[in-house]
């Protein structure tokens, strides 16, 4: 990892916040409004999801039936609880904490954002997080500290929990070494 341009996290996002959202996003978080008022997902709507983040988990999601996927979403979006709310989405197959982030990120992106490899490398390259250099292996306390952090700035800016984490993720290559964003010449 390159050291990075700004000292501080309130510096980058002074700089470069972007408010910005991928078309795709704004796509799924359009399909997904219906959520917030029914308050559960359906299976199509948690493989959409799948697809988006990372669809290598889509036969693990696609194990989940339809009951189990509307109950445990229905009691997730229920609680009060954070940690309970983690704990129910992640109990489903296929589910990873980077995963459950995204479920609610496109389903309440003013409140979440995307806990990512790429996030959490910026957020340490700043020293706004002190573990995991490499960004991996994320337990609850984690992703919680992560989303304080971004709704903290969120409300600094008063701008979306999404627009601060989108702005970490768009400035990650800004830190890598190698060949992750090199583009393939064409012949």
């Not at 493989?47 to 988990?57: M, N, T, V």
């Not at 036969?59 to 979403?73: F, G, H, K, M, V």
């Not at 979440?112 to 390259?125: E, K, M, P, S, T």
């Amino acid at each position: 990892m390159k050291k990075p341009r700004y000292r501080t996290l309130a510096a980058l996002l002074n700089h470069r916040l972007g408010r910005a959202e991928d078309e795709d996003a704004i796509q799924l978080m359009r399909k997904l409004r219906r959520v917030r008022t029914r308050r559960l997902l359906e299976k199509p709507e948690l493989e959409a999801i799948c697809r988006w983040k990372s669809a290598r988990a889509i036969r693990l999601i696609r194990s989940n039936t339809e009951a189990t996927i509307r109950r445990t979403t229905r009691e997730a979006f229920a609680t009060r609880s954070e940690q309970k709310r983690l704990e129910l989405l992640v109990s489903l197959d296929g589910v990873s904490i980077p995963m459950a982030s995204a479920i609610l990120t496109l389903v309440w992106p003013e409140r979440y954002g995307v806990i990512d490899i790429r996030v959490w490398q910026v957020l340490y390259a700043l020293k706004s997080v002190s573990t995991k250099p490499n960004g991996v292996r994320f337990h609850f306390k984690n992703w919680y500290k992560m989303l304080c952090i971004l709704r903290y700035h969120a409300r600094r800016l008063d701008c979306s929990v999404r627009d601060v984490e989108r702005t970490l993720f768009r400035y990650h290559p800004n830190l890598q070494t190698g060949l992750l964003y090199k583009k393939k010449k064409k012949k």
